[in-house]
């Protein structure tokens, strides 16, 4: 099926460093999420882009965060700075139309681990 | 999460037996998805659904949005089956998906 590569698999970084996550979703897709989980909990929603824009974001998506997908590369997850409890898998999703008219692809997801 | 609810939590099941998962929504959804996350982390998608049944191989899934749940059937459980399987409702049409706590099914020999 249509594959999500997310890139690196592992990060393992210093608090109140930067860092970016990196997403190469299904190509025809239109539609980005970030969705957030913390080992042992549920995944939760961080933010969905569309024609370069945000659309919706959650309360978990702070200031420190942002997203951006320039001319149709990796979408991009950044975190400026990070914190401890910024530690968690990040999983990307695409869809080719929104508002749920299809399913979600997710990647495998990238491990941050802040120290 | 409390505005999706997953039944079990957890499960182990012998390996050819059968069992259903549940997913209660206090969101008006209108459009689930199912997934494995598998020992490695990976999510796979298992279903999308609108209101109706869907089967693919050994599984099969329901979703009820006028009695708000939606459930997930296995049969003939086999141990690559093992993993977390998450449920996730999307409400009001917004790709938003809240997903709920996951069920950890555990096949054995």
């Known amino acids: 099926g249509p594959k999500v590569l997310q890139i690196p698999s592992h990060q393992i970084i210093d608090m109140g460093q930067m860092v970016t996550l990196n997403c190469d979703p299904v190509?025809?897709?239109?539609?980005f999420y970030w969705y957030k989980q913390i080992l042992g909990q549920q995944m939760e929603f961080l933010v969905n882009?569309?024609?370069?824009?945000?659309?919706?974001k959650s309360k978990l998506f702070k200031d420190q965060f942002s997203v951006e997908r320039p001319d149709g590369s990796y979408f991009t997850l950044k975190i400026q700075p990070t914190a401890l409890e910024d530690s968690a898998v990040y999983f990307c999703?695409?869809?080719?139309?929104?508002?749920?008219?299809?399913?979600?692809?997710f990647g495998a997801g990238t491990r941050l681990s802040v120290l | 999460g409390d505005k999706v609810k997953q039944s079990p939590s957890a499960l182990s099941l012998q390996e050819g037996t059968n069992s259903a998962l549940r997913c209660n929504f206090s969101?008006?959804?209108?459009?689930v998805q199912w997934f494995l996350q598998n020992p490695r982390g990976s999510l796979i998608n298992l279903f999308y659904?609108?209101?109706g049944t869907k089967e693919n191989g050994r599984l099969k899934s329901a979703f009820d949005s006028k009695e708000s749940y939606s459930t997930l059937h296995i049969r003939d459980a086999q141990l690559e089956d093992s993993g977390t399987y998450f449920c996730?409702?999307?409400?009001?049409?917004?790709?938003?998906?809240?997903f709920g706590d996951g069920t950890v099914l555990t096949v054995k020999p």
């Open positions: 969101i008006a959804a209108t459009t």
């Open positions: 882009f569309y024609n370069g824009k945000v659309m919706e």
């Open positions: 996730a409702a999307e409400g009001a049409n917004t790709g938003k998906l809240t």
């Open positions: 190509s025809n897709h239109l539609y």
């Open positions: 659904l609108v209101p």
């Open positions: 999703a695409s869809s080719y139309l929104g508002g749920g008219q299809n399913t979600l692809y």
